[in-house]
């Protein structure tokens, strides 16, 4: 293929350094025109600009030949590392970056791309239809982030093999179709087989030294790769933490700790679609718990408040509610009701799982200004008769001798044999309360911002049994 390229463009690429003057530096990389700056040792670029100064040229016409060049960031935006295996052109870094952009619409002319990389592509596209992750009926279309990035002549010096990249191809893909952003200092490596998942690849040296020249800050590879990544990493001292991609056929679940840390976290000050694409990318439940509390669940309070209707049903003096496998939606509940006073619940059998969680909600909303107590509960949530006599318990205590104070009972957490104890418990003037969300299958997390609560009044409940 390299037949193809200039012979005065293949003499610039085979020197070293030193062989070239900074005129003939400069001529290289105004032959490679936007490619130059990926393509291109730092120093070669160096010397161009040693060139382009002499010449008058400013610093912000020649702020192209940055090193090393600026990640895409935007929505849809993704890059692949790949080593360029073309030892005889000195000139060429070990290993290129290519930045890429996904784009949703009609299916377009994708001839644009190296052979290479428009194959692994297409796997991506077919892989994540197949399970599920993309819609089939959706169009999604690979392109370069920058306009004229392949072009004539250094097009072909892109040519290659691009099947190490389909990881970070594929979770730039489900990013893009989750409204996502990437973090332009989180990379990864790694093919695909469709019968076993994320598989090995060669050029580990060359794309972590690279990745470290970009100031990378974490690296995902194979788990058949881990060990030999981090032996490199700890030989050449270089400033990245390697994780691992998990062993799954299914592409979202080998993907998920780096997609986790792949996506950048949007504030607390942008719009709720934002919010909840990155609460839905997050992968650990620490931090997915914390992100909910520092940037969702506030407004999402003050929006599910708004669609309880009548007014008189946000009344509450008094709250319970259950700690489940999340304290979110306990921490929700408050916001949405205010109480005075309230009582957190958990099953004493699984105290070790549920108290923890149970006193960090407390924790939380005590720094609210919440009065907030945590009870276990003696009954096995398979004997509803003993927990709707210890729930009576409950609520006597809660409410002391204010037994027709507003009281709202969550029966959001906990399972439906609570749930029903709980409305044969509650005082005749309490009102339970449950909250719907949309859910999404794929993640397994339901959405913020989706909550449509249902408060039943309990005396309501009864004259209509």
């Keep these: 293929m390299m037949g193809d ?12 350094v030193d062989e070239l003057s900074p005129d003939q530096a400069m001529e290289l990389a105004v032959q490679l025109g936007k ?5 291109l040792k730092p120093e070669y670029l160096e010397k161009a600009k040693t060139a382009a ?4 040229y400013s610093e912000g016409q020649i702020r192209g030949w940055q090193v090393p060049p600026s990640l895409p960031d935007a929505p849809g935006a993704c890059w ?4 360029t295996q073309q030892p005889d052109f000195k000139a060429l870094r070990e290993a290129v970056v290519v930045p890429l952009r996904w784009e949703e619409g009609s299916c377009q002319d994708d001839s644009q791309l190296p052979e290479g990389l428009r194959k692994t592509a297409q796997s991506v596209i077919q892989a994540l239809k197949l399970s599920g992750e993309i819609k089939e009926d959706q169009q999604w279309n690979l392109v370069p982030a920058e306009e004229r ?4 002549p250094g097009r072909i010096l892109f040519e290659g093999n691009y099947a190490s990249g389909w990881v970070s191809l594929a979770a730039g893909l489900l990013l893009a179709a989750g409204n996502g952003r990437p973090r332009p200092d989180v990379w990864a490596t790694g093919c695909w087989d469709f019968e076993t998942g994320v598989a090995a690849v060669d050029g580990l040296e060359e794309k972590l030294k690279t990745a470290a020249e970009y100031k990378v800050r974490r690296f995902f590879v194979p788990a058949s790769c881990l060990k030999k990544a981090r032996q490199i990493v700890d030989q050449l001292r270089l400033p990245l933490q390697i994780e691992s991609l998990a062993d799954s056929i299914k592409p979202r679940a080998a993907l998920a700790q780096y997609l986790s840390s792949l996506a950048v976290r949007a504030g607390r000050d942008d719009s ?7 609460y839905m990318f997050i992968n650990d439940q620490q931090e997915l718990t914390e992100y909910y509390l520092d940037c969702i669940v506030e407004d999402s309070a003050d929006k599910v408040r708004q669609k309880i209707d009548p007014p008189e049903f946000r009344k509450c003096r008094y709250l319970i509610t259950t700690v489940s496998d999340s304290y979110e939606i306990v921490c929700l509940s408050h916001l949405v009701f205010r109480p005075e006073s309230s009582l957190i619940v958990f099953t004493q059998s699984k105290a070790d799982r549920y108290q923890p969680l149970a006193e960090k909600a407390k924790e939380w909303l005590k720094g609210k200004n919440f009065d907030v107590q945590v009870r276990p509960l003696k009954s096995d949530s398979s004997r509803p008769l003993e927990l709707v006599s210890e729930y009576q318990a409950c609520v006597q205590e809660l409410l002391g001798q204010d037994r027709d104070g507003p009281l709202v009972i969550d029966i959001t957490p906990g399972t439906k044999l609570m749930s029903v104890a709980w409305a044969y418990a509650a005082p005749r003037t309490a009102r339970l309360v449950y909250y719907e969300s949309e859910f999404d299958a794929a993640k397994r997390k339901p959405k913020p911002f989706s909550e449509k609560p249902s408060v039943i009044s309990v005396q309501e409940l009864l004259r209509n049994t």
Aim: proline share 0%; charged share 25%.
């Design 272 to 278: 709720q679609e934002a919010r909840t694409a990155t």
């Design 5 to 16: 390229l200039r012979q005065s463009l293949k003499r610039l690429l085979s020197r070293s």
């Design 149 to 152: 990035l392949f072009t004539d």
């Design 53 to 56: 100064r002499s010449m008058g």
């Design 80 to 83: 692949v590392v790949a080593v």
């Design 35 to 39: 490619g130059a700056r990926w393509l």
